[in-house]
């Protein structure tokens, strides 16, 4: 019965432990992957990406996404997360990659009520730019 408890114990420690490392990507599909908890499909390609989440327990992360979305995807996108289009020109977030543009003529897209987020559209090439921050 000791042994059998120390096994139980064991099983529980290595559950505990289980996802409590921090997760770092700068590969497009892999970043989608993390975020979207799916590869990418037909109906959307990831260009750019970089990842970080936390080690925590709850869901920390930060990431930075450049997709090439059909219209659909990106019409069901906007809908799902409730964005609305905004005039505001927000200053890039302080660690953003390089290709993660702010220039001016995109179609900046906000979540209301507004979580921080940012969603930019480039008109000219269709991109789509996601910065999500949860901490």
Known sequence: MKHYFGFLLAILFLFTLTGCW???STSADDTFMLW??????KNVRAIHGKYWQSAHLSREYVVYLELAPTVEWKLGFIKQNNLHITRDTPA????APSWFINKKGLNIWRAQPDNGNLYEEDPQTG????FEEQL
């Open 127 to 130: 991109h789509f730019f996601i």
């Open 36 to 41: 979207a908890g799916q590869k990418p499909d």
């Open 92 to 95: 890039p977030p302080k660690d």
């Open 22 to 24: 921090e997760k770092n």
